[in-house]
Nanobody, 116 residues
Framework: QVQLVESGGGLVQPGGSLRLSCAASGTGFRLYTMGWSRQAPGKQREWVATIISGGNTNYAESVKGRFTISRDNSKNTVYLQMNSLKPEDSAVYYC??????????WGQGTQVTVSS
């Protein structure tokens, strides 16, 4: 069983930055794809970014150039560095650990609010 615990959310002004962290329990972290998704009130959950075991990354167009996903396999942790934040980035951000063989775990989420 894998547990994912996100941290680092909070209130930030437009144009500001936050770094989210997601710590995973269990073994084999380096073998899995890690991702971040977000869900704003009244909207469907949307994919934000993914990093595969080899380190390649992909981003949603809405965050490309502003957000950076990274991982530290020695700490079983994935990060999301968010810069130039906009009010529309406000959402609950969820961490995900998964592979193509049906392994799929989600964290409990961390709130990010971008407001002046």
């Amino acid at each position: 069983q894998v547990q994912l615990v996100e941290s680092g959310g909070g209130l930030v002004q437009p144009g500001g930055s936050l770094r989210l962290s997601c710590a995973a329990s269990g073994t084999g972290f380096r073998l899995y794809t890690m991702g971040w998704s977000r869900q704003a009130p009244g909207k469907q959950r949307e994919w934000v970014a993914t990093i595969i075991s080899g380190g390649n990354t992909n981003y949603a167009e809405s965050v490309k150039g502003r957000f950076t996903i990274s991982r530290d396999n020695s700490k079983n942790t994935v990060y999301l560095q968010m810069n130039s934040l906009k009010p529309e980035d406000s959402a609950v951000y969820y961490c995900r650990l998964f592979n193509l063989r049906g392994v799929d775990y989600w964290g409990q989420g961390t709130q990010v609010t971008v407001s002046s």
